[in-house]
């Protein structure tokens, strides 16, 4: 089955994010690009799912767009996240190893005004003109090479390993190894949150 045409993706994406915008045109478009280049046609509406990875490198409204046209979900191990805060994203055919990083130019917001002049607000002249705008001026594009840990492919976890300290269970080899011991991140002093109490949960009635 063939992905759907630009605006169709556009209007779901839009709808599935919770409101139309300049992320949510680059994010359509990133992902489009990216799964031809890859030679994967609509893997969100079939098998193809399994032979894709896609890495994003920023949580901005591109991401969610990216998510919805090619179907990956962190849940099923497909979406990943790296926290750089660049607004691309790269592309991997798992059965062919082809893997393609497209990024956003800043380029194209400053030439947002010359594809749109009509608008009068930045944030309109963006959404209209990114549309529009030649793929080469909106992106940047990279064939790349991507090593994938077996911890890190879809399926189920055959890597799990308890906290030395806390007992918590660590999965697909996300301990961290200090002093000879393998620690949760919190154990390690690396985690997001700090100082928690346990609390008691009534049972539902």
């Given amino acids: 089955m063939a992905l759907p045409d630009f605006e169709t993706l556009l209007q779901g994406s839009a709808q599935e994010h919770g409101h139309l915008c300049a992320g949510q045109v680059i994010g359509v478009r990133m992902a489009m690009l990216g799964l031809k280049l890859i030679g994967l046609e609509n893997p969100r509406a079939g098998r193809d799912i399994k032979k894709l990875i896609v890495y994003v490198e920023i949580d901005r409204c591109a991401t969610d767009a990216i998510a919805y046209v090619t ?108 002093q000879g011991e393998a620690l949760c991140h919190y154990c390690a002093g690396q985690a997001y949150y700090r100082a928690p109490v346990r609390i008691s949960v009534e049972q539902d009635e």
């Fill in 71 to 178: 179907g990956a979900k962190l849940g099923r191990r497909s979406l990943k996240f790296k926290d750089y805060g660049i607004m691309a994203a790269t592309f991997v055919n798992l059965e062919t190893g082809r893997a393609v990083r497209i990024v956003s130019t800043e380029a194209a917001r400053e030439a947002a005004h010359e594809y749109a002049p009509h608008l009068a607000t930045k944030e309109a002249q963006q959404l209209e003109a990114y549309k529009r705008m030649p793929l080469k001026v909106l992106f940047d594009v990279y064939e790349v090479a991507v090593e994938l840990a077996a911890q890190d492919r879809p399926g189920p976890s055959a890597f799990k390993t308890p906290c030395a300290r806390c007992g918590a269970m660590i999965r697909d080899g996300r301990e961290i190894h200090a």
